[in-house]
């Protein structure tokens, strides 16, 4: 009796210990720290489909929107969003899929990520009057391409969500399989919500209507002072038994927006802030050996307007892209290289990272260093106007492009564009009259609303298809324009029109081996070089510094996580 008694206590505590080990989560646990740190824009929207537009909105996007996947600093793809997933690759039957389950976490409301929420991002994507050069990510599913141009139905796309968690994604054909899985590691395709987005499109402009799938959620904006992310306490966690900390360690991240870069700096160096990614132009040289740096997979750019009389010649777009020492711009950023084409380096060649990439193998088509003498003689004269952001690095790009072109015979004028398009904000008002606002510098590119344009060009996946099909008629997935039966094909916001280009990109669209599909891009790429409707500067760095904070990291774009980053 005494030893059958024994045994039960035994059990009943291993029981005990067993629920005990199981929950770790206490009420009273301390919620985190806040880290202070600085970007080098302030940002007006938070919508994932369009994170390509900038470096600093590729950024923001990967904090607070998780993806499928996840391409790591080494270039490995790892899941994020997914559980697993299989792919059928069956010539007997014609079937060619990929199956993806998803993994088990939640919007910052509480609710699920499910499979509709992917199939419904990806569908807005897709839709012919949606503005996302993202949606060239997608065109191997099955009557994606037809989708966007028209001719079909977004709903007769090759994507179903068969269940809450279970996604399956149909081809025509075989296609590069591993090259498709890193195309969904792109921040521009993270899954949104029907529910949040359909009747809203100022959704992500504002706090009270912005839900996040990733580690941080928006909690404040107060635009022209702060910015400010907190934990998504629903991220990758049980609520009810897991830490607080489980998935995400610091509480809150404040983005101030108040100072100039110069006192961005001092504040960091008095240890008012434990991480800038925005240091002065004039401090970068004494920074170069201290910052952190990574390759952002992007290219600092000029868009010409080849609408514009003066620029439509392809002999003054020539004329000054030849005036342009690429050197000295990227000695004046010290965070950058010379851009001696598009693509940018770390763009894979193959189906997946290797030392080899695109740009080694495709080499250099314009020259680092200026050519003034043979851009005056191409260059007619004339008189244009370059936009900017309105930014120090920005303008000290646009003073070095100013007196460049004007040494060869063109009068330029310098236009700077705040992001915020409210009176109140570029007042400097402390109390802005409205809850949101739009994007001035983003309308104006998208409108097309400009001479020449200083861009990122940013790669939205290691593919050198996203970066050269958008300016291919049929890619440049701008909002088309329909008649009846009939519809006015899109063309790339630079207005660039070629039909031996668009033949090469469509080639290139029905070569569904990456490896012979980048041969052609590379003949792309080398004809986009001879017509420059963009004409690239330097290929830029992520950098920053920080000071007290530990477990920082970074992934295959350059961008920082701060997931699990402690303070010393």
Not at 102 to 112: A, E, F, I, M, P
Not at 323 to 335: H, M, P, Q, S
Not at 409 to 431: M, Q, R
Request: proline share 3%; aromatic share 10%; glycine share 4%.
């Amino acid at each position: 009796m005494t030893k059958r008694l024994l045994a039960m206590l035994f059990c009943i505590a291993m029981i005990v210990s067993a629920f005990t080990g199981c929950s770790s989560y206490d009420p009273d646990e301390d919620v985190g720290e806040t880290i202070n740190l600085s970007l080098s824009e302030e940002l007006y929207e938070f919508d994932p489909m369009y994170a390509y537009r900038s470096t600093e909105a590729v950024q923001m996007a990967k904090l607070m929107y998780a993806t499928l996947f996840t391409i790591n600093e080494k270039g490995k793809l790892e899941n994020d969003l997914v559980k697993k997933y299989e792919i059928v690759n069956d010539s007997d039957k014609e079937i060619y899929r990929i199956d993806i389950e998803l993994g088990d976490t939640c919007w910052s409301d509480g609710n699920k990520v499910s499979a509709s929420d992917v199939l419904y991002a990806w569908k807005r994507i897709l839709n012919p009057k949606t503005v996302s050069d993202a949606a060239v990510l997608l065109y191997d599913i099955k009557n994606a391409y037809d989708a966007k141009n028209g001719d079909c139905s977004v709903d007769d796309i090759g994507v179903n969500a068969i269940n809450t968690t279970t996604l399956q994604i149909s081809f025509d054909e075989p296609i590069d399989f591993e090259a498709f899985l890193y195309n969904l590691a792109s921040p521009c395709l993270a899954p949104v919500r029907e529910t949040v987005v359909a009747n809203n499109p100022d959704w992500s402009k504002k706090v009270a209507t912005t839900v996040c799938s990733g580690p941080f959620t928006l909690r404040e904006v107060a635009y022209g002072k702060s910015l400010t992310l907190e934990r998504n306490s629903y991220y990758k966690r049980n609520r009810d038994k897991d830490s607080i900390k489980k998935a995400v360690t610091p509480y809150r991240l404040v983005f101030d927006f108040t100072k100039s870069e110069a006192d961005q700096l001092k504040a960091f160096e008095n240890g008012d802030a434990a991480y800038i990614a925005n240091i002065p132009t004039e401090n970068r040289a004494d920074y170069e050996k201290k910052a952190e740096t990574a390759n952002s997979l992007s290219t600092l750019s000029c868009y010409i307007n080849t609408n514009n009389e003066l620029l439509a010649d392809a002999n003054v777009r020539k004329a000054l892209s030849l005036a342009v020492d690429r050197t000295a711009i990227a000695e004046k950023l010290v965070f950058a290289k010379a851009a001696t084409a598009l693509v940018p380096s770390g763009v894979f060649e193959g189906s997946k990272y290797s030392k080899k990439d695109f740009r080694s193998v495709g080499g250099d088509y314009l020259s680092a260093t200026a050519n003034t003498d043979e851009a005056k003689k191409l260059a007619n004269g004339g008189s244009f106007s370059i936009t900017i952001q309105d930014n120090e690095a920005d303008e000290a790009v646009a003073e070095m492009l100013k007196t460049a072109w004007e040494s060869v015979g063109f009068k330029v004028d310098i236009v700077k564009l705040s992001h915020a398009d409210n009176d109140d904000i570029l007042k400097g008002e402390t109390e802005p009259s409205k809850d949101y606002y739009d994007d001035a510098y983003l309308e104006t590119l998208q409108n097309g609303d400009f001479d020449v344009m200083l861009v990122d060009v940013n790669a939205t996946a290691p593919s050198a298809f996203s970066v050269l099909a958008p300016y291919a008629a049929g890619y440049s997935c701008r909002d088309m324009k329909f008649e009846v039966d009939s519809y006015e094909e899109a063309v790339n916001v630079t207005g660039y029109e070629s039909e031996e280009y668009n033949k090469l990109i469509d080639a290139a669209y029905a070569e569904k081996k990456t490896s012979a599909r980048n041969k052609i891009l590379h003949d792309a790429e080398k004809l986009l070089m001879e017509d420059l409707p963009v004409i690239p500067l330097v290929f830029t760095e992520n950098a920053y510094v920080s000071d007290g904070l530990g477990k920082l990291t970074t992934d295959f774009f350059g961008c920082t996580s701060f997931t699990k980053t402690t303070v010393k």
